[in-house]
């Protein structure tokens, strides 16, 4: 009987940290911004970075619901936390971003529009669940019916570095989400960091041929049968320790069934409004326009800031709010995540990354609420919503 062929996994190129910074470097040198994390604020941040020195170095984080905490390692790893506060979002789909202004003049008044020369993005360190959240926003905003232009320039620049996660947050549930921990798709580069005492560097995988091209141009040698083993290995480990998750069987249906349920009232009682989930989320879209003129009446501007489904004016129109009460507004963002979403996109607007039940002061967590839910209506159960 002939044996099945044994496929070995091709090796890949690996870079330690120096050719990490040769790759920072070289993407400087192409007229990248480039952006990787940061600390400030006690908090792993997405802003400008000039080489690996500016990154977490040896810090990793703790995360549970309502709580977020870094904590010292007595390495120097460089991406051995998950995700922070922050989404690459505020690149592509800025908080805050002027539309038009207006200056008087002799002749009356000159309008511009927002023409500024925008800028190329390198993103150095996107997770996997964020690589599908940028996914879900081209689906709105670069391919959907309403597409904005400054979103698909912005995309249309970016190169992306994507890291494996070989640490999963007490938060995490992308393999429920089927989003991660490894990065599939929608990168130039991958990295998989790998940390021994004598030994630190990272697999670097091409998901482009822009990536592929780049890739050569930095000193690296090919990774060791070792090396792949123990990325795959980190991997596996990493997706079967995530900190929460969530079970999309018929999740859609389940909603939809469940739109009266007592738990809205039960989660209404402890939410308290603030919009930090939806602020924190990589895949929330939602803006508002304003408009403000100077006193001297000489100029007047309008700007698009992101706005939430939690705030009153969100569904004000004419003599009212549509949603007044905390209960209806929690309840849109999570029948919008799981299920509403599936119907506009095919696809839910969650991707498992954990910042809502991080970030969210009271600890309302989508996950278990979508479970009491789901436990509510076996035959046997009293649930927490008191039926
Ligand atoms: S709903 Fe929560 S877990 Fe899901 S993508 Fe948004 S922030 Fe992440
Ligand atoms: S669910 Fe939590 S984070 Fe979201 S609005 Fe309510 S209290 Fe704020």
Redo the contacts with the bound molecule.
């Keep these: 009987m002939t044996k099945p062929a044994v496929t070995a996994t091709p090796s890949l190129p690996w870079i330690d940290r120096a050719g990490l910074d040769s790759l920072i470097e070289l993407l400087c040198k192409l007229g990248y911004t480039v952006i990787g994390p940061r600390l400030q604020d006690g908090a792993v941040v997405l802003e400008e970075v000039q080489s690996t020195a500016d990154f977490p170095v040896g810090w990793t984080d703790e995360q549970e619901g309502g709580k977020y905490r870094l904590k010292k390692k007595k390495n120097t790893t460089l991406f051995c936390y998950t995700v922070g506060p922050q989404s690459w979002k505020k690149y592509l789909w800025p908080p805050y971003q002027y539309l038009w202004k207006a200056q008087r003049n002799e002749s009356g008044f000159q309008v511009s529009e927002n023409h500024k020369e925008l800028r190329k993005y390198a993103l150095i360190g996107v997770r996997s669940c964020e690589l599908a959240a940028l996914a879900i926003l081209d689906m709105v905003l670069k391919r959907g019916p309403f597409q904005d232009s400054h979103y698909q320039q912005i995309r249309e620049n970016l190169f992306v570095v994507a890291v494996n996660c070989t640490k999963a947050g007490g938060t995490c549930f992308c393999t429920s989400m089927k989003t991660g921990p490894k990065a599939s798709s929608g990168f130039d580069l991958a990295l998989t960091e790998l940390f021994e005492s004598d030994r630190h560097g990272f697999l670097v995988e091409s998901g482009s041929e822009r990536g592929q091209e780049i890739i050569q141009q930095i000193p690296h040698e090919m990774a060791s049968k070792k090396d792949m083993d123990q990325a795959e290995a980190l991997m596996r480990k990493s997706a079967g320790a995530m900190g929460r998750t969530l079970n999309t069987e018929e999740v859609k249906e389940l909603i939809y069934r469940n739109l009266e349920h007592p738990l809205w009232d039960e989660i209404a009682a402890?939410?308290?409004?603030?919009?930090?989930?939806?602020l924190v989320c990589p895949t929330c879209f939602c803006t508002t326009v304003e408009d403000s003129t100077s006193l001297t009446g000489d100029h007047a501007e309008r700007r698009r800031v992101w706005d939430s489904c939690?705030t009153l004016d969100f569904s004000y129109i004419h003599g009212g709010s549509v949603r007044s009460s905390p209960k209806s507004r929690?309840r849109q963002?999570m029948a919008h995540k799981l299920a509403f979403w599936q119907d506009q996109f095919g696809m839910p607007g969650c991707v498992g990354c954990g910042r809502?039940i991080t970030?969210?002061?009271?600890g309302?967590d989508i996950t278990r609420e979508a479970q009491t839910l789901r436990e509510s209506e076996r035959p046997s159960s009293k649930g927490r919503g008191g039926v």
């Design positions: 402890r939410c308290l409004s603030c919009a930090n989930c939806t939690f929690f963002w809502c970030w969210c002061p009271v309302i």
